[in-house]
């Protein structure tokens, strides 16, 4: 197919094709002759995957350019891949946490028994987050880091299940970078969601309460 064609069926621009393949993104086309290049449907795949990451994730083109890098590298093991795209999608605080705050998070995970690195992007993002409870005298809201984690445990659990097994290693490498990119983005919405639904619960109940004590 031509570039124009291939524009269509993949919803992406000419344009950004051209600077897609420019960045290193997407493979060229194959010359088929002057001023022509063909394009097949792995070229389709690849910009839709790409789009996924920058538009559904809000992954930055470097970022996205790591993500892909991980994807492509038969060499990489998909614990890295993981990796990779965990620190591409990691919003990293705007200061480093200081090191009492991050021993805070490692000493939590070592009691909680998981076995982490201490350069997990997730470390320091809590680590922030415990500080800024701190600075706002609200150090009482640190013990949503068990329930949390109980949460947090289930999710990467199901995770790790929808990543398949049995498949060409390249598609494990797309299912884990498009689950932990976007999966972000699914989790904090559906955190929305479910808090609008049990506050709704919790006035109701409250409301009614007085009713049920009168009757």
């Known amino acids: 197919m031509r ?5 269509r069926t993949s919803g992406v621009s000419v344009a950004s ?5 420019r960045e290193g993104l997407i493979a060229a086309g194959e010359r088929v002759g002057y001023n022509q290049t063909r394009y097949d449907d792995s070229h389709v795949a ?18 996205t350019q790591n993500v892909l890098a991980a994807v492509d590298d038969d060499q990489l093991e998909l614990g890295d891949v993981f990796a990779v795209a965990q620190r591409a999608s990691s919003l990293a605080p705007e200061t480093q946490p200081s090191p009492s705050a991050t021993e805070r998070v490692l000493s939590f995970v070592r009691d909680h028994g998981w ?4 350069s997990n992007p997730g470390i ?8 800024s409870f701190d600075e706002v005298s609200r150090t009482d809201l640190i013990e949503i880091l068990t329930p949390y984690a109980g949460a947090a445990d289930r999710i990467a659990e199901s995770d790790l299940d929808n990543v398949p097994v049995d498949e060409a290693r390249e598609r494990s490498a797309e299912t884990i970078v498009v689950g932990t990119v976007l999966g972000d ?11 609008e639904h049990h506050s709704k619960l919790r006035i109701a109940a409250a409301t ?8």
């Open 17 to 21: 094709i051209k600077y897609y393949t």
């Open 46 to 63: 690849r910009l839709k995957l790409i789009r996924a990451l920058i538009t559904g994730g809000g992954l930055s083109i470097a970022a």
């Open 185 to 195: 983005t699914i989790l904090a919405g559906l955190r929305r969601i479910a808090q």
């Open 208 to 215: 009614s309460a007085p009713d049920h004590e009168h009757a």
């Open 115 to 118: 076995d982490v690195g201490a």
């Open 124 to 131: 320091a993002m809590v680590a922030s987050a415990l500080e």
């Open 3 to 7: 570039i124009s064609e291939l524009s």
